[in-house]
């Protein structure tokens, strides 16, 4: 992920989100014109591998900034991206 060029919708992690429910959250970001970086994560995972082995079926997507030294206390955030991020966050609440 490079920093500064827009919040990070993840494709996969150690988990697998749904194709077409990441594919609706990707059109909406192009849509509404949000920078956003398309994450394919080699380590590591969000909660959605718990959320998707709850006995409850929905969808999820890990939707965030890019973080440098994500989990110490050097960890660091893009400005830009913190801002993408909360404007899809307003499009997914509303278009979801």
Request: some cysteine.
């Amino acid at each position: 992920m490079h920093h500064g060029k827009g919040v990070a919708i993840s494709l996969r992690d150690r988990n697998l989100p749904r194709k077409k429910f990441v594919d609706k959250i990707v059109n909406l970001a192009q849509k509404h014109q949000i920078d956003h970086q398309l994450e394919v994560e080699g380590l590591g995972s969000s909660d959605g591998g718990e959320l998707q082995r709850s006995p409850v079926p929905f969808d999820w997507c890990f939707v965030g900034a890019p973080e440098k030294h994500a989990h110490t206390p050097h960890e660091k955030v893009h400005k830009h991206d913190i801002e993408t991020m909360i404007a899809l966050y307003r499009v997914l609440m509303k278009e979801l």
